[in-house]
């Protein structure tokens, strides 16, 4: 069964860093997104694309965060400079495109722990 | 803005017990609503939805009602197992079509022991 990848599961950086977190969407899925979790709280939006570009974005994601397609197969997270708000389960998802009266629904990789040191 | 308000966990049940993990939501218009459940090690696995008031959804012996009235949609199974022990969110889409982010509560852990 096709499911949604992320590398690494787990990454430590030191707050100033770049860090880049990998997604491999299902292959004919055209839709993105990405989530994040903080310990504790709640699993926040932060980011879809589509066709190249960013279809809608949370007020969470400012000018440090980036999203790309480098590829056919991969969607990348870049945070350019990390702080310690940052620590969070970063989950990527991805789904049909549709424009039908029904909604698609997100299928959703296991997530990539970061920690901000 | 829309919102979700899940039961804390976590919560522990034995086998065959009785589940409810309660939900309520904040929204304007009608929202569709979701439960998604994430198992150890694994993604979230959409496990039920309802688009409409009244709609009952349903999967793997878990079922929820979206009530308007309420503004609830609690999950329930008559009888839980071990294999049920995960993490449970409830999650609501804004609009009904296309492909919208969904606004999640803070999820539940349920154990589930022999």
């Known amino acids: 069964e096709p499911e949604v990848t992320q590398t690494p599961s787990h990454q430590v950086t030191q707050m100033g860093q770049e860090v880049i977190l990998r997604c491999v969407p299902i292959s004919n899925h055209l839709y993105f997104y990405w989530y994040r979790q903080i310990l504790g709280q709640k699993v926040e939006f932060l980011v879809s694309?589509?066709?190249?570009?960013?279809?809608?974005k949370s007020e969470i994601f400012d000018d440090q965060f980036s999203v790309e397609r480098p590829d056919g197969s991969n969607f990348t997270l870049k945070i350019r400079s990390t702080k310690l708000e940052d620590s969070a389960m970063y989950f990527c998802?991805?789904?049909?495109f549709g424009t039908g009266g029904s909604y698609n629904e997100q299928f959703f990789g296991p997530g990539t722990r970061l920690t901000v040191l | 803005g829309d919102s979700v308000t899940q039961m804390e966990g976590p919560v522990t049940l034995s086998e065959e017990a009785f589940l409810t993990i309660n939900c309520t939501y904040t929204?304007?218009?009608?929202?569709?609503l979701f439960w998604y459940v994430q198992y150890p090690g694994e993604g979230l696995q959409l496990l039920l939805k309802a688009t409409k008031a009244d709609d009952k959804g349903s999967n793997k012996g878990f079922e929820a009602t979206y009530r308007k009235e309420t503004t609830s949609f609690h999950l329930e199974k008559g009888s839980v197992q071990v294999s049920d022990s995960a993490v449970y969110f409830c999650?609501?889409?804004?609009?009904?079509?296309?492909?919208?982010?969904?606004?999640f509560g803070k999820g539940t852990r349920l154990s589930v022991i022999a």
């Open positions: 929204a304007t218009g009608y929202p569709s």
């Open positions: 999650a609501l889409s804004g609009r009904h079509s296309g492909n919208t982010p969904l606004v």
């Open positions: 694309f589509y066709n190249n570009e960013i279809s809608e």
């Open positions: 998802a991805s789904s049909e």
